[in-house]
């Protein structure tokens, strides 16, 4: 990241401190046992995330075969292309 990405420094020095206090509190929490991380989402209840209902589950599975089925038809189509360039083309 540059600094350029960050509107709200002015200075070089500014940018590092924050950059030190942001990977300082990254660290912290990583450095916390696995029964606190879990107290503590259990005490803050918008730190859970919300499971799924049905229909967006559905919409997510939908959303996501259709996707997969679009990249393969692209495949497939490229794959027919170059077969026709082979026999037509270069072949010939």
């Not at 200075?11 to 990254?26: C, F, G, M, P, T």
């Not at 660290?27 to 919300?50: D, F, S, V, W």
Request: aromatic share 12%; hydrophobic share 40%; proline share 3%.
């Amino acid at each position: 990241m540059t600094r350029w990405q960050f509107g709200g420094f002015n200075s070089k020095d500014r940018y590092v401190e924050e950059l030190l206090a942001n990977q300082e509190k990254e660290l912290a929490e990583l450095r916390k046992e696995p029964g606190e991380r879990e107290k503590e989402q259990q005490e803050n209840p918008y730190l859970q995330e919300e499971p799924l209902t049905k229909q967006e589950t559905r919409r997510m599975i939908v959303s996501a075969t259709a996707a997969g089925l679009v990249i393969g038809l692209i495949f497939i189509g490229a794959m027919f292309l170059f077969l026709m360039f082979c026999i037509n083309v270069w072949f010939s």
